[in-house]
């Protein structure tokens, strides 16, 4: 019966990769991060994504700053701050924050304040809804680990 | 061909078996993101390299002993690094002046440089290979990069062998370097009309191989 909860979570974990991909909101780079992971680093992605949150949140509060200065005008400290969140999640496939990025890229491109903020609020966002979705992702992976762990004992051949 | 073969056969197969793994490729990664070194690192390490990575192009010049300060030697004897990754973007020194300064220099200039960028910026990517850049890949950087990169260095390196083993048994001197080269006008061409996503396309290897 644990053999079959393993199982299950195998499959849960599955489905929802599979309903990410299908959203767009990971692309095939997130799986190729998955494949660099084994036994030799077998807590590879979660180290890289947890790195990943932490710099994302450090550069989204400096945009936000940036925005809400009341005389603000430094586009182009923008679009540094933008253009690394937006190189950091490409490489670990989070394809709609890179969109949304995009977009806001090109706001500052234009000047556009208010465009940027409206890209602001999309990118805060999006980048909310991955960080959920991949802590869901990685709760039910490390459940996994363990009802598949303890399976083994109670197997009987 | 025939001669390349025999050649081959009588080398010490080097960089396949080596208990201490001396013999490993050395690659110097270089980007200021710190989840991209991350990935370099991995993706590196997977494909069984050895892996320095460094955040900035200064201290890819320190790590080689081309900071300037000191020009020693000595920094040389220790470090053998046979590929050099590094991302374009960077704050201060970008990775396009750091290829400039590492083919300025009289002992790392044949060391295959390759850019990763994750803008498809085509003037980029000439300026690039025009500086003497061995490849320019597109970010994200994938297994499959990695894997064509080392096969390609690997191949260079066993010809560099055979190159010695030729100068050891003759004494005419033999073809120059397969490293360095010209910017190659067909590479360019192939560049331009293919989808630039991934410059290591069969087409364009093919048209590299051809010219060593």
Request: charged share 25%; aromatic share 6%.
């Amino acid at each position: 019966m644990l053999g079959l909860g393993a199982d299950l979570l195998w499959a849960d974990m599955n489905r929802l990769l599979a309903f990410l991909f299908h959203q767009g909101v990971l692309d095939e780079q997130f799986l190729q991060l998955q494949q660099l992971q084994d036994e030799t680093s077998p807590n590879f992605v979660s180290e890289v994504v947890n790195i990943y949150f932490h710099e994302s949140e450090k550069l989204l509060r400096n945009l936000r700053g940036l925005l809400m200065e009341r005389e603000f005008s430094d586009y182009k400290k923008m679009g540094i701050h933008l253009n690394q969140l937006m190189g950091s999640s490409s490489s670990i496939g989070a394809k709609r924050v890179t969109n949304v990025c995009l977009a806001f890229r090109a706001a500052t491109d234009h000047n556009n304040r208010s465009g940027c903020l409206r890209a602001l609020e999309m990118l805060e966002h999006e980048y909310c809804y991955l960080k959920n979705k991949l802590h869901e992702l990685f709760q039910i992976e490390q459940q996994r680990v363990l009802a598949a762990g303890v399976r083994y004992p109670v197997q009987n051949n | 061909m025939a001669g390349g073969e025999v050649l081959r056969q009588n080398l010490p197969e080097k960089l396949e078996e080596s208990p201490s793994g001396a013999n490993e490729l050395h690659v110097l990664a270089v980007d200021d993101s710190l989840v991209d070194r991350k990935v370099i690192e991995r993706l590196l390490k997977i494909s069984s390299c050895k892996v320095t990575v460094v955040e900035s192009g200064t201290r890819a010049l320190q790590y080689l002993g081309l900071d300037g300060d000191k020009k020693s030697s000595i920094g040389f004897d220790s470090v053998k690094v046979n590929l050099i990754m590094t991302d374009y973007s960077m704050p201060g020194m970008t990775g396009y002046d750091l290829l400039k300064k590492i083919k300025e220099s009289s002992v790392f200039r044949e060391i295959p440089v390759v850019i990763m960028s994750s803008e498809n910026i085509l003037t980029r990517i000439d300026r690039c290979l025009e500086e003497g850049a061995e490849d320019f890949l597109l970010k994200p950087v994938k297994l499959s990069d990695v894997r064509r990169l080392k096969d390609f260095i690997m191949k260079g390196e066993v010809k560099e062998g055979e190159k010695r083993c030729c100068k050891r048994s003759r004494s005419e001197d033999c073809s120059p370097s397969p490293m360095t080269h010209p910017c190659d006008s067909s590479l360019l061409s192939s560049l331009s009309s293919s989808s630039v996503l991934s410059p290591l396309s069969p087409s364009t290897l093919s048209s590299k191989k051809s010219r060593l």
